[in-house]
């Protein structure tokens, strides 16, 4: 289905040209790289190439798929690409810009967008959950910070439907997973320089610390760094199980490894346990479907591997150097220590629990406005000095109610049933293994999102949703013999 006119193929063939996507791709990354810097001539020359390709009337789509893979890289990176002195400057923002002036002027054209069958639900479910949080600007107690969290859900839930719309095709989505594997590498390596070199980047909360004892890579701390890692983990883990080419299975493993040992380092007990459930559901959903034996056989070797891996590790005795730091955080019974003394961060995060539940109660089901949840933890009595509620689900419902909190609910249970569904029926291995790694990780974010102190603008959990999305377009696009066109 289509709203508005349809478009027209990018070339002869439907398809746009190596040449053509070569020359948009550099020069999406001259605009992002010097608006990244100097930010007025930056987006001169944006606008200066959009013009450009409006004029041409069919490279636009072209550019614009171009344009988000390498959005999706800057997302990940973050305020790392940011403007010097500057910090809420910084390329994913410019980019962002960029696509949605290039969107507007496609729109303007009388240009179609095209909505992939399959989509329709997910973005009536994403205009509800903006529309109200829109609405709850009226009776936030701070307009200017519900205003910010509704442009940051706007922005974020964009980036969201922007890909299963621009990567309903196979070519296009194997630019997407091999954009973001290569994002993943660039991760690993920056948390090498970190752990090794003592560098830290520019986004990190550790950049003023000496001896922190884990890395934070791209982001500004290990814990979102670790539920970066445990998002990502399924789709590794998955490729020694399922590929056929062997280079692919050993990368899959050594990035599965490296994954494992960063998330062990960082001390990240809820991603310690989404990496559980990631084991365990591909353990269940292998073992039960009947074509997919050899592929349990192979996941039990690799489970048994990790297992080999994190157990003695919990005891600062595994072959990845866990600091002891690491190894009390990872210590289970601690965190019940200090829920039943009332001191370190498992009270606190206990005692945010139930603040955000009376918040909730108080508010009537409305929710505080978006946005407004920290400021109505600071307004409470016994505020102990941590406003954020550190738990996504439960931000969702201080934030925007029940009314927000069900249209979320939905649109995670569409993802996990339109992935469970390819990962047991495709017939296409690419969509099988889309539907499995999309499964595996949003069942692993139940506890993962637990780790990070707000997931508004975490793009990591936007890009795994987008995925999850994309999924189920190709799924719907699957052509007579199963394959996805």
Not at 166 to 182: D, E, F, K, M, N
Not at 302 to 330: N, R, T, Y
Not at 386 to 411: F, K, P, Q, R, S
């Amino acid at each position: 289905m289509s709203v508005g006119a349809t478009t027209r193929p990018a070339g002869p063939s439907g398809g746009p040209g190596v040449r053509a996507v070569v020359l948009v791709l550099l020069a999406a990354v001259a605009a992002g790289a010097l608006a990244a810097y100097a930010p007025i001539p930056g987006i001169a020359l944006a606008v200066a190439l959009l013009v450009v390709a409006l004029l041409g009337g069919r490279t636009l789509p072209d550019l614009g798929r171009a344009a988000l893979v390498v959005t999706l890289v800057a997302a990940i990176i973050g305020p790392n690409l940011g403007l010097p002195g500057q910090p809420e400057i910084f390329a994913f923002r410019l980019f962002a810009v960029l696509i949605i002036l290039g969107l507007v002027a496609w729109l303007l054209m009388g240009r179609g967008i095209p909505v992939p069958d399959g989509l329709g639900l997910p973005m009536a479910l994403v205009a509800g959950w903006v529309g109200w949080a829109l609405a709850s600007v009226t009776w936030a107690a701070s307009t200017g910070d519900a205003v910010r969290w509704t442009v940051f859900l706007i922005i974020s839930t964009g980036l969201m439907l922007a890909i299963p719309i621009a990567a309903s095709r196979r070519r296009y989505v194997l630019w997407v997973l091999g954009a973001l594997g290569a994002t993943f590498v660039l991760a690993i390596l920056g948390a090498f320089a970190e752990i090794f070199l003592g560098v830290r980047f520019p986004a990190s909360a550790f950049t003023p610390r000496i001896g922190a004892f884990a890395a934070t890579s791209f982001f500004g701390n290990q814990n979102n760094f670790a539920t970066y890692l445990a998002l990502t983990l399924p789709y590794l883990l998955l490729l020694p199980v399922v590929a056929r080419d062997a280079r692919l299975r050993i990368a899959g493993a050594a990035g599965a490894v490296l994954a494992i040992g960063f998330i062990l380092v960082s001390g990240s007990k809820s991603n310690l346990v989404a990496v559980g459930i990631i084991l365990l559901g591909m353990l269940v959903v292998l073992g039960t479907d009947r074509s997919m034996r050899k592929a349990f056989i192979a996941s039990v070797v690799v489970v048994a591997a990790a297992l080999a891996l994190i157990i003695p590790s919990l005891f600062g005795a595994g072959i990845v150097p866990v600091p002891e730091q690491a190894v009390a955080k990872l210590n289970f019974g601690t965190l019940s220590d200090q829920v039943s003394s009332g001191q370190g961060s498992g009270a606190v995060r206990s005692t945010l629990l139930g603040k955000g539940i009376d918040l909730a109660i108080q508010s009537n089901g409305v929710g505080v406005g978006a946005g407004n949840a920290e400021n109505a933890v600071r307004a409470q009595a016994g505020y102990e000095g941590v406003a954020n509620l550190h738990n996504w689900t439960l931000e969702v419902l201080v934030d925007t109610g029940i009314v927000g909190l069900v249209l979320y609910i939905a649109l995670y249970l569409a993802m996990l049933v339109g992935n469970v569904r390819a990962a047991r029926t495709a017939r296409d291995p690419l969509l099988r293994y889309l539907g499995l790694g999309g499964m595996l990780a949003l069942l692993g974010f139940l506890t993962g999102s637990l780790a990070i102190s707000t997931s508004i603008a975490f793009a990591p959990m936007w890009i795994t949703f987008g995925l999850c999305l994309t999924t189920i377009v190709l799924a719907r696009r699957t052509g007579p013999d199963g394959r996805i066109p």
